[in-house]
């Protein structure tokens, strides 16, 4: 029986690690890089996955629906926010699975099995992925957890083999779209901070679809516009957050 091992390469930390890992792990002509473009990853998330994959001597596979996340939004009529970001979906989860269609095509009895950089503390993303992977009837993995490794060891790891982590984490503590639905006020005051002209956009955005993306803390609605002024209303940390040496991002 053949198999593939479908690495997700988000442009992350711990899925660069997941790559490292799948390949010590499976033979190399089994693993399959796979990365789908939201066309609004950070500049330098694209610099990580480009030199990443160098590194690791792997080509990427890209499987993308071709349509931004604001693109996506105005086809769809509906701005994504905190309770919906159906961009997720169809931008990434539907580009997956067509991807493990388009192999199953070619080899129905082909073993898949799924490599994710999630943490232990992701328990919901974990759970989803797992119902998500038994309906694509493939096999899922968590090596991250599987391993025991913290955010920072994959960090230090992607350090040790000279390629040096998307500069959104600088500020974030994933790197994903500048300016992602799913962030809190917290992550908005530090978009606004070291991308005003992303922030500006998706304030442009809940102006023209009249809809906000995100929630305050006590469930009330906060406009973009006013998040500055209104700030925190308690002290945030970031949950896992790392520390990738001096920051050069210069945002
Ligand atoms: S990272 Fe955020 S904005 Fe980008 S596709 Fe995912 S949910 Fe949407």
Known sequence: MTRKVIVGFSGGVTSAWCAGWALRTYPRDEVVLLFHDTQEEHPDTYRFIREMAAALDMPITERSDGRSVTELFRDEGYLGNGQNTFCSRILKAEQGAKYVRELRAADPDMEIVKIIGYSANEPLRVSKMVGRAHAEGVRVRF????????????????????????????????????GCVKGGRAYWIAVAKHHPEVFAQRVALEEEFGHHIIRG??????????????????KVSQREKIDIGACDCGD
Do not use: F
Not at 143 to 148: F, S
Not at 152 to 173: F, H, I, K, N
């Open 143 to 178: 090596p991250v957890i599987e391993e025991n490794v913290t955010k920072q060891q994959t960090t230090d790891w992607c350090l040790e083999l000279g390629v040096r982590p998307s500069s959104m984490y600088c500020w974030a503590e994933h790197a994903n779209c500048v």
């Open 217 to 234: 803390g006590d469930r009330e609605r906060v406009w973009l516009k006013d998040l500055v002024q209104l700030g925190l209303k308690r």
